[in-house]
Protein backbone atom coordinates (compact mmCIF):
# COMPACT_ATOMS: atom_id res chain seq x y z
CA UNK A 1 0.00 0.00 0.00
CA UNK A 2 1.37 3.12 -1.50
CA UNK A 3 2.29 5.94 1.67
CA UNK A 4 1.09 8.40 -0.36
CA UNK A 5 -2.35 7.20 -0.24
CA UNK A 6 -4.66 9.03 2.36
CA UNK A 7 -6.27 6.58 3.33
CA UNK A 8 -3.45 4.51 4.03
CA UNK A 9 -2.16 7.12 6.31
CA UNK A 10 -5.06 7.06 8.48
CA UNK A 11 -3.71 4.14 9.74
CA UNK A 12 -0.01 3.91 9.44
CA UNK A 13 2.24 6.04 11.35
CA UNK A 14 5.17 5.01 8.90
CA UNK A 15 3.40 6.24 6.06
CA UNK A 16 2.61 9.72 7.50
CA UNK A 17 5.60 10.13 8.10
CA UNK A 18 6.99 9.59 4.64
CA UNK A 19 4.91 12.02 3.75
CA UNK A 20 6.18 14.56 6.06
CA UNK A 21 9.54 14.38 5.24
CA UNK A 22 9.03 14.14 1.57
CA UNK A 23 7.49 17.84 2.48
CA UNK A 24 10.79 18.78 4.27
CA UNK A 25 12.55 17.02 1.40
CA UNK A 26 10.56 19.32 -1.11
CA UNK A 27 11.59 22.81 1.42
CA UNK A 28 15.08 21.86 1.06
CA UNK A 29 14.49 21.31 -2.72
CA UNK A 30 13.36 24.84 -3.00
CA UNK A 31 15.10 26.57 -1.43
CA UNK A 32 18.60 25.29 -2.89
CA UNK A 33 16.88 25.97 -6.22
CA UNK A 34 16.65 29.34 -4.89
CA UNK A 35 20.33 29.68 -4.20
CA UNK A 36 21.29 28.19 -7.39
CA UNK A 37 19.58 30.33 -9.47
CA UNK A 38 21.15 33.65 -7.33
CA UNK A 39 24.68 32.15 -8.51
CA UNK A 40 23.26 30.87 -11.85
CA UNK A 41 25.02 27.44 -10.39
CA UNK A 42 23.44 23.82 -10.21
CA UNK A 43 21.27 22.54 -6.69
CA UNK A 44 24.57 20.29 -6.92
CA UNK A 45 27.18 22.60 -7.53
CA UNK A 46 26.32 24.31 -4.76
CA UNK A 47 25.84 21.51 -2.44
CA UNK A 48 29.70 20.74 -3.43
CA UNK A 49 30.78 24.08 -2.67
CA UNK A 50 29.45 24.02 0.80
CA UNK A 51 30.88 20.64 1.31
CA UNK A 52 34.29 21.57 -0.17
CA UNK A 53 34.29 24.39 2.44
CA UNK A 54 34.04 22.27 5.47
CA UNK A 55 35.41 18.99 4.85
CA UNK A 56 38.96 18.40 5.18
CA UNK A 57 41.31 17.50 2.19
CA UNK A 58 40.75 13.34 2.03
CA UNK A 59 37.59 13.84 1.47
CA UNK A 60 37.69 16.83 -1.33
CA UNK A 61 38.30 13.78 -3.99
CA UNK A 62 35.57 13.30 -6.97
CA UNK A 63 35.49 9.47 -5.52
CA UNK A 64 34.49 10.68 -1.95
CA UNK A 65 31.97 13.07 -3.38
CA UNK A 66 30.35 10.62 -5.40
CA UNK A 67 29.69 8.22 -2.47
CA UNK A 68 28.64 10.78 0.02
CA UNK A 69 26.46 12.42 -2.26
CA UNK A 70 25.03 9.03 -3.86
CA UNK A 71 26.10 10.29 -7.41
CA UNK A 72 28.41 8.37 -9.92
CA UNK A 73 32.13 9.80 -10.46
CA UNK A 74 31.14 10.78 -14.11
CA UNK A 75 28.25 13.24 -12.85
CA UNK A 76 30.57 14.73 -9.59
CA UNK A 77 33.19 15.03 -12.44
CA UNK A 78 31.28 17.01 -14.94
CA UNK A 79 29.98 19.92 -12.07
CA UNK A 80 33.22 19.71 -11.18
CA UNK A 81 34.38 21.24 -14.74
CA UNK A 82 32.34 23.68 -14.50
CA UNK A 83 33.22 24.92 -11.18
CA UNK A 84 36.54 24.54 -12.49
CA UNK A 85 35.44 26.61 -15.41
CA UNK A 86 34.09 29.42 -13.51
CA UNK A 87 37.37 29.34 -11.43
CA UNK A 88 35.89 28.76 -8.22
CA UNK A 89 37.64 26.06 -7.34
CA UNK A 90 41.51 24.99 -7.82
CA UNK A 91 42.77 21.34 -8.52
CA UNK A 92 46.09 19.78 -6.27
CA UNK A 93 47.11 16.94 -8.07
CA UNK A 94 48.53 13.76 -6.24
CA UNK A 95 51.87 12.99 -7.06
CA UNK A 96 51.19 8.98 -6.10
CA UNK A 97 48.62 8.81 -8.46
CA UNK A 98 48.22 11.73 -11.45
CA UNK A 99 44.56 10.71 -12.55
CA UNK A 100 43.29 11.66 -8.61
CA UNK A 101 43.32 15.02 -7.39
CA UNK A 102 42.17 17.13 -4.51
CA UNK A 103 40.04 19.86 -5.08
CA UNK A 104 40.25 23.42 -3.10
CA UNK A 105 38.32 26.61 -3.06
CA UNK A 106 39.44 29.38 -5.05
CA UNK A 107 39.08 32.72 -2.99
CA UNK A 108 35.60 33.51 -4.83
CA UNK A 109 34.50 30.06 -4.63
CA UNK A 110 35.28 30.15 -0.59
CA UNK A 111 33.11 33.66 -0.78
CA UNK A 112 30.04 31.72 -2.87
CA UNK A 113 30.27 28.90 -0.32
CA UNK A 114 29.93 31.16 2.55
CA UNK A 115 26.89 33.08 1.25
CA UNK A 116 25.03 29.90 0.30
CA UNK A 117 26.35 27.84 3.31
CA UNK A 118 22.61 29.56 5.13
CA UNK A 119 20.46 28.54 2.62
CA UNK A 120 18.66 26.31 5.34
CA UNK A 121 18.10 29.27 7.62
CA UNK A 122 14.28 29.18 7.03
CA UNK A 123 14.25 25.29 8.32
CA UNK A 124 16.65 26.42 11.62
CA UNK A 125 13.88 29.03 12.48
CA UNK A 126 11.15 26.85 12.53
CA UNK A 127 12.80 24.21 14.36
CA UNK A 128 14.00 26.55 16.75
CA UNK A 129 10.23 26.98 17.76
CA UNK A 130 9.96 23.49 18.98
CA UNK A 131 10.24 22.62 22.80
CA UNK A 132 14.18 21.17 23.27
CA UNK A 133 12.35 17.94 24.19
CA UNK A 134 10.71 17.88 21.16
CA UNK A 135 14.08 18.65 19.36
CA UNK A 136 15.83 16.07 21.37
CA UNK A 137 12.95 13.12 20.37
CA UNK A 138 13.35 14.27 16.44
CA UNK A 139 17.12 13.97 16.48
CA UNK A 140 17.39 11.26 17.92
CA UNK A 141 14.59 9.75 15.86
CA UNK A 142 16.26 11.10 12.76
CA UNK A 143 19.87 9.48 13.99
CA UNK A 144 18.45 6.26 14.27
CA UNK A 145 16.66 6.16 10.95
CA UNK A 146 19.22 7.48 8.85
CA UNK A 147 21.75 4.71 10.30
CA UNK A 148 19.12 2.56 9.31
CA UNK A 149 19.11 3.57 5.92
CA UNK A 150 22.62 3.04 5.81
CA UNK A 151 22.78 0.01 7.32
CA UNK A 152 20.52 -1.06 4.27
CA UNK A 153 22.64 0.23 1.69
CA UNK A 154 20.17 2.76 0.55
CA UNK A 155 22.60 5.79 1.22
CA UNK A 156 26.01 5.62 1.81
CA UNK A 157 28.62 7.28 3.21
CA UNK A 158 27.84 8.76 7.17
CA UNK A 159 30.04 10.26 10.00
CA UNK A 160 27.14 9.99 12.80
CA UNK A 161 28.10 8.35 16.26
CA UNK A 162 25.94 5.44 15.97
CA UNK A 163 27.78 3.94 12.65
CA UNK A 164 31.47 5.04 14.30
CA UNK A 165 34.26 2.54 15.87
CA UNK A 166 34.33 4.81 19.03
CA UNK A 167 30.83 4.87 19.94
CA UNK A 168 29.32 2.68 23.01
CA UNK A 169 25.85 2.48 23.94
CA UNK A 170 25.84 1.06 27.46
CA UNK A 171 23.33 1.36 30.35
CA UNK A 172 21.38 4.00 28.45
CA UNK A 173 24.38 5.98 27.65
CA UNK A 174 26.08 6.78 24.66
CA UNK A 175 29.90 7.20 24.95
CA UNK A 176 32.67 8.27 22.79
CA UNK A 177 35.87 6.22 23.60
CA UNK A 178 38.03 8.48 21.45
CA UNK A 179 36.87 12.02 23.35
CA UNK A 180 36.52 9.74 26.83
CA UNK A 181 33.10 11.63 27.19
CA UNK A 182 29.51 10.47 27.66
CA UNK A 183 27.57 12.59 25.54
CA UNK A 184 23.88 13.72 25.47
CA UNK A 185 21.33 12.78 22.88
CA UNK A 186 21.81 16.35 21.49
CA UNK A 187 25.32 16.00 21.58
CA UNK A 188 25.43 13.23 19.20
CA UNK A 189 27.21 14.50 16.29
CA UNK A 190 25.83 13.91 12.46
CA UNK A 191 29.16 14.96 10.89
CA UNK A 192 31.85 14.11 12.71
CA UNK A 193 34.99 15.18 11.86
CA UNK A 194 36.69 12.28 13.83
CA UNK A 195 34.37 9.48 12.71
CA UNK A 196 36.11 6.37 12.45
CA UNK A 197 33.70 3.72 10.06
CA UNK A 198 32.93 0.18 11.79
CA UNK A 199 35.65 -2.73 9.73
CA UNK A 200 33.15 -5.36 9.29
CA UNK A 201 33.83 -7.87 12.08
S1 LIG B 1 34.54 9.99 17.24
FE1 LIG B 1 32.88 11.41 16.68
S2 LIG B 1 31.35 10.12 15.63
FE2 LIG B 1 32.74 8.75 16.74
S3 LIG B 1 31.66 8.40 18.70
FE3 LIG B 1 33.14 10.08 18.98
S4 LIG B 1 31.94 11.96 18.65
FE4 LIG B 1 30.77 10.25 17.79
Known sequence: MSAFNPKTQD????????VALERISETFRVLLWEEAKKHQLSPIQIQLLIFLLYHPKEQRKVSYLAKEFNMTKATVSDSIRVLFKKELITKEKDPNDTRS???DLSPSGTAIA???????????????QLSNDQQDLILDGLMHLINGLNSDGVITVQRMCRNCAQYRYTEGKHYCSLLELYL?????????????????S
Not at 11 to 18: E, N
Not at 184 to 196: A, G, I, Y
Open 11 to 18: HKLASKMI
Open 184 to 200: KTTELRVDCPEHSPKTA
Open 114 to 128: QQCSVFTNPIEKSIQ
Open 101 to 103: YTI
